[in-house]
């Protein structure tokens, strides 16, 4: 009896998409066969992310086994993170190179990527809560010295905020002083309003599942944290609208030639704007430049912090370390995870600009397993590399191959293959919608949502070429295979889809269900 995800996989079985995987090396993956051999399978779906540098990268690997065999202290939570903190040096040097600034980050290490997001809400959230009390301690002097000033209330004032006159100047302040009071508690008691996109994937914990636009993962647990306000992707205007609806103001008094006057000051309701600079799990989009930077000028005139997560778009995967630089989007916090311990061990790491840092939370968040030893030299050793070897420009020029092969089957396809989309390594081929094929099988698993896992299965057992749709688009295919993907590799990858395009074309039903 199948005890982990047995469901999952008798349904996914009816496609072929159950192997089992023994053998990964490079950019390939070798599948267990019913006669005990291996079959050789190209890997286009890189660990949907974690392999940019590919399976058990040799120099990684060797290296892991060196840091074991020197037995390395893996656990030592209380102590200095030489490793860690070198991890956020290299970071920040990269940072500084591709965004032209001379900001420092801090570094806050998690496991995955769903709790680098939970740890940038966290963050965010302590920092808001602690503008908060610093404007009501503001707001609280104000008070106290219109009090102390013996300040009087004008007529106006008292009505526009519906209190009743006491007849004397001192009681008139006080009832005023409570009126304001209580609404100000009101206002800055209210729910963090947090921005994401629609499409937007950032994780499936309670947190960051929040945060994630598809409904069918997000809508079973709205009642476990705050929920997000979710945003147009790359429509400009809708940033600007979004802030203006959700702002709010709280209420000070300020005293001039004697008498107290209320003045209305923007109350730090916006906790983060979160972005990812390409799509994944959305279907590869990637933000327009005009779009990122609407983000980049409103969140920064309204004082709420952007959480760029290039979890999946960063690591070098997109011809930069970091893909919010190809379109200027510079965050106050950033994400990182997958492929930025080398596909070998599992780290993640929130990085926080120093003008939004506050070192309160070194305490109030940690993991036992996160920045521990191994991870984190895996994580200095995929960076050495990647630096090393310009994975960047190899990322750009394996991207720009894969991307001239999909342009030409849309060009010969255009009634299957609707665009193509993304940036180096991080690639979407959109499919039609095939509901109105002939073949009942295709309009079917059209209708259930599962076109893209039919092809894909044609694809694995066909042509041994692993590609699979992206989780919340899926009608796109996702290509993001590792910055060592061959030519011969891609021609297979060309083979596959020409003949899965053709199939799906004619309603060819019996081909695309044939293994
Ligand atoms: N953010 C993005 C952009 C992602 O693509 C993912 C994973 N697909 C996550 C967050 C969550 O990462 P993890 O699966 O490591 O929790």
Redesign the pocket.
């Given at each position: 009896m199948e005890l982990v995800d047995g469901t999952l996989h008798t349904n996914i079985a009816g496609v072929g998409l159950d192997p089992h995987y023994v053998r990964a090396e490079g950019n390939s993956m070798w599948a267990a066969a019913r006669d005990g051999s291996e079959v050789e399978v190209v890997d286009f779906v890189g660990g949907?992310?974690s392999l940019l540098l590919g399976h058990n990268h040799p120099e990684i690997v060797a290296y892991a086994t060196e840091v074991l065999n020197a037995r390395t202290p893996i656990h030592s939570q209380f102590s200095r993170r030489p490793e860690a903190n070198r991890v956020t040096e290299v970071l920040n040097s990269v940072l500084r190179r591709e965004f032209g600034t001379s900001d420092t980050y801090f570094g806050v290490f998690a496991n995955?990527?769903?709790?680098?997001?939970e740890a940038a809400v966290k963050h965010a959230e302590l920092d808001r809560g602690l503008r908060i009390q610093a404007l009501a301690g503001q707001l609280a002097q104000n008070a106290e010295q219109a009090v102390a000033a013996g300040a009087a209330v004008d007529e106006a004032t008292l009505s526009r905020y519906g209190v009743p006159s006491t007849g004397s100047a001192r009681g008139d302040l006080t009832a005023l002083l409570a009126e304001i009071g209580a609404r100000n508690s009101l206002t800055l008691g209210k729910a963090p309003v947090i921005f994401t996109l629609e499409g937007?994937?950032?994780?499936?914990?309670a947190a960051?599942v929040q945060l994630t636009h598809n409904p069918a993962f997000r809508t079973p647990f709205t009642s476990l944290a705050a929920n997000a306000r979710f945003v147009a992707v790359n429509s400009a205007d809708a940033v600007r609208a979004a802030f203006e609806s959700e702002r709010a103001t709280v209420l000070d008094l300020v005293v001039t030639g004697g008498v107290a006057e209320v003045v209305e000051v923007p109350a730090p309701v916006f906790c983060a704007f979160f972005a990812?600079p390409v799509?994944?799990?959305g279907g590869i989009v990637p933000l327009s430049p005009e779009f990122a930077k609407e983000i980049s000028a409103v969140s920064a005139e309204f004082d709420c912090p952007v959480v760029v997560?290039?979890?999946?778009?960063g690591s070098g995967r997109t011809g930069a370390f970091f893909a919010s630089s190809h379109v200027g989007l510079q965050g106050d916090y950033v994400?990182l995870?997958?492929s930025i311990a080398g596909g070998v061990a599992k780290l993640?790491v929130l990085l926080v600009r120093e003008s939004r840092y506050r070192p309160e939370f070194e305490l109030l968040h940690s993991s036992t397993f996160a920045k521990d030893g191994f991870s984190t030299l895996i994580a200095q050793k995929t960076l050495e590399v990647m630096e090393r070897d310009d994975v960047y420009r190899l990322a750009e020029e394996r991207g720009a191959k894969i991307v001239a092969v999909l342009e030409a089957l849309r060009s010969e396809f255009p009634e299957v293959v609707k665009d193509v989309r993304g940036r180096g390594l991080l690639l979407g081929l959109e499919l039609h919608n095939q509901a109105a094929s002939s073949s009942q099988t295709i309009a079917g698993a059209q209708a259930g949502g599962v076109f893209g896992y039919l092809v894909s299965g044609f694809l694995l057992h066909r042509h041994q070429v692993r590609v699979l749709p992206t989780?919340s688009a899926p009608n796109t295919l996702r290509l993001q295979p590792s910055v060592y993907v061959t030519d011969a590799q891609i021609i297979q990858l060309e083979l596959g889809l020409r003949a899965m395009c053709a199939a799906v074309r004619d309603a060819d039903e019996a081909t695309l269900l044939s293994f």
């Open positions: 949907y992310g995955t990527g769903a709790e680098a997001i937007g994937f950032h994780g499936k914990l960051s990812e799509q994944g799990e997560d290039e979890i999946q778009s994400t995870a997958k993640a989780g």
